[in-house]
T-cell receptor, first 113, second 109 residues
């Protein structure tokens, strides 16, 4: 069964900590995406990547960075976590082209205290 | 970027058809329309997509207006397992999907 795996389901971190959220896909997809989801705001795109070592900013990149050293892995980094980054984080992947559907992971619920 | 508009919530009874509307105000001629749904405590999952013609699959049907400014996701017989948040989106000319706030569907027994 093809899937997108996020390393943690729940995560609690302290303000100021550096946080890594990992995402791995086994479908050989070119594209990978990080979204955050907050009540009343829907899904908002943080960063995405079309290829290894490539990254592009989404709608809300401030306070985040990403890394894609291998095709199957896309990491979201919070350089210095803050309480307003408490959220559900969702990773997705897709193959190239407009017909490609997204496959999402189950999400990581991050709480910053 | 693509922008879609959906009602915040809708309600249906079990075994009845459900029509979930979406407006695609910024869609361009080559953008595909996608629908996803998110069950409680899960990530979104793909439902259906189309370009111009109406589409059917095992989960749902997609009706696309002639001017492509609106689409409707049709669940022919709602079940309790269809209770979810439904998102419509289009790609706005890029490969990234911009999701709105979605429609929360409640299915009553």
């Amino acid at each position: 069964d093809v899937k997108v795996t996020q390393s943690s389901r729940y995560l609690v971190k302290r303000t100021g900590e550096k946080v890594f959220l990992e995402c791995v896909q086994d479908m050989d997809h070119e594209n990978m995406f990080w979204y955050r989801q907050d009540p009343g705001l829907g899904l908002r795109l943080i960063y995405f990547s079309y290829d290894v070592k490539m990254k592009e900013k989404g709608d809300i990149p401030e306070g985040y960075s990403v890394s894609r050293e291998k095709k199957e892995r896309f990491s979201l980094i919070l350089e210095s976590a803050s309480t307003n980054q408490t959220s559900m984080y969702l990773c997705a992947s897709s193959s190239a082209g407009p017909l490609a559907g997204y496959t999402f992971g189950s999400g990581t619920r991050l709480t910053v205290v | 970027d693509a922008k879609t508009t959906q009602p915040n919530s809708m309600e249906s009874n079990e075994e009845e058809p459900v029509h979930l509307p979406c407006n695609h105000s910024t869609i361009s001629g080559t953008d595909y329309i996608h629908w996803y749904r998110q069950l409680p405590s899960q990530g979104p999952e793909y439902v259906i997509h189309g370009l111009t013609s109406n589409v059917n699959n095992r989960m749902a049907s997609l009706a696309i207006a002639e001017d492509r400014k609106s689409s409707t996701l049709i669940l022919h017989r709602a079940t309790l397992r269809d209770a979810a948040v439904y998102y419509c989106t289009d790609q706005g000319g890029s490969e990234k999907l911009v999701f709105g706030k979605g429609t929360k569907l409640t299915v009553n027994p």
